[in-house]
Every structure is written in C-alpha cells, then in structure tokens.
C-alpha cells in the first residue's frame, strides 16, 4: 500500500513538473506520457487542484508556486520601480502622480525637500512620506477600488496646473500606441499630467506591462520622453521603443542588492 501511494505521489509530482514548462499540455499527451488512462490523468489534476498545487484553466493549467513566484517577483520590481523613481525628484519639484499603485509608492522613498505632489490618487492619503513632501488632492468623483479622482472636477483643477515633472504609471506600453489604460475616465487626466509638464514626464511600467496594449490609449509614443522598467522586460520591445526617441531606464536587482 505504501508503495503504491509512493507510486502516485511520485507520478503526481513529475505531472507538475511537466505542467510547469507545458501549462497548456492535453489530457491526452500525459497520459501517454505517463502510461495512465485520460480518467487517472483528470483525477490527479483534481488532486493536485485540490491541494493547491496548481490552477486549472480553460486549455491548460499553471503550478501554483510558479505562479506565486512571478506574482512576487512582479511585486519585487514594481518596488525597485518606485524606489528608482523617487531618486529622480529634486528639491523644489513639483509633480504630478497619476492612479497608478505604483507611481503612488514612489511617496515613501522621496526624500528630497520642499516637494509638492499633485495627484488624482485617493491612496495617496495611506503612505507615509517624510516631513519633506506635500500633498494636494485633485479632488473629483471618487471611484474605488482604486480610490481614483476622476470627472470635470479634476480635470479643471488639472488644467490650471503646471508641474515640473510628472510620474504615471499604465496598464501597457508599447511602440504602436503609446501608453494604455483600462479606465476610460482617466484617459484625459493621464493626458492632462503628461502635458502640463515643464521637465521630464516619466511613465512606470513593469516588464509584464512592456509591448502590451490596453483599451485606450492615455498619450502617444511621441509625447513621452521616458521610461522606466526593468531588466526582464522585452529587449526587442525596447529597442523599438528607444527608436521612436524615448529614454529608457531599465532598473535591475544588483543595483539594489549588492
């Protein structure tokens, strides 16, 4: 009986191995792989399922640890993002700060004096930053769950102000369209921030956001001077981006952890 146990916990184990280079293999293919009926294949997929070990979906499946491992490395660069974001602030500046969790994350790594931080970013009111820093709300229609100020209201405050730089985070960026959102009603404000800029404006994005399009588009490739992603994002994506004129800055681990 323990042996036979073994025997499955063993050919479980290498299915997972399998599934996590292979999320889209066929029932069919394993169970040649294996030597095993379609109807044992499903019943250890259920298994492992069932234990967490992995995420069935239509056409395929991805191991869970797999998953929670790019899921914090995602998190991991987002941070190191922020952290290289904020050394771009200077005393004196001004800035604007869109939705974005992840620009809004820059608030406790700027450590520069007499900094004034416009956003549209109701989260905003969580972080701690230091002494340093001010922070004025747009004001507009509060719309969760991302806390975000949107509507007339904001967009006529946003129309008076000019900033010195500005840092807005996306939901893709490529070289076709630019920077993309998946919020209609923050289009123009996105806009709005990159405009009424009279240094550098600054888009954060990810590697998972990199060559990606989303619903609408915020601004063009032409309007934007930088980027800032890291070193997992598509070279060729990159390149093609640098050609259209942008600054790319690409932040990696050993810069932060030597």
């Known amino acids: 009986m323990k042996r036979e146990r073994a025997y499955v916990d063993n ?12 999320p889209g293999i066929k029932v069919a293919d394993l169970a040649k792989m294996f030597d095993i009926s379609p109807v044992t294949v499903r019943r250890d ?8 070990k992995l995420v069935r979906f239509y056409g395929g499946a991805q191991v869970t640890e797999k998953k ?3 899921q914090d490395e995602v998190k991991l660069y987002r941070d190191l993002i922020a952290q290289y974001a904020a050394t771009l602030v200077e005393d004196g500046d001004s800035i604007f700060i869109n939705t974005s969790a992840n620009a809004i994350s820059m608030l406790q790594y700027i450590d520069k004096r007499n900094v004034t931080v416009i956003t549209n970013n109701g989260r905003a009111l969580n972080y701690d930053h230091s002494d340093g820093i ?9 719309r969760y769950p991302k806390e975000a100020m949107v509507g007339d209201f904001a967009i006529r405050n946003l129309q008076t102000v000019v900033a010195k730089k500005c840092f807005v985070g996306c939901s893709g960026f490529s070289e076709e369209c630019g920077m993309t959102t998946e919020i209609a009603n923050e289009v123009n404000i ?8 009279v240094k550098e404006n600054y888009i954060l994005a990810d590697h998972t956001k990199i060559g990606k399009n989303s619903s609408f588009i915020s601004c ?3 309007k934007i001077k930088n980027l800032i ?30």
């Open 11 to 22: 050919r479980r184990n290498k299915i997972l191995e399998v599934m996590e280079t292979q």
């Open 45 to 52: 997929l259920q298994y492992l399922e069932d234990n967490k």
């Open 68 to 70: 929670e491992r790019e």
């Open 134 to 142: 001010s922070v004025i709300l747009t004001g507009g229609e509060l």
């Open 190 to 197: 996105n806009e709005l921030m990159i405009r009424n800029v």
């Open 220 to 222: 063009g490739i032409d």
């Open 229 to 258: 992603t890291d070193e997992l994002a598509s070279e060729e994506v990159i390149e093609q981006i640098r050609d259209r004129g942008v600054k790319v800055h690409i932040v990696k681990k050993e810069d932060f952890y030597q």
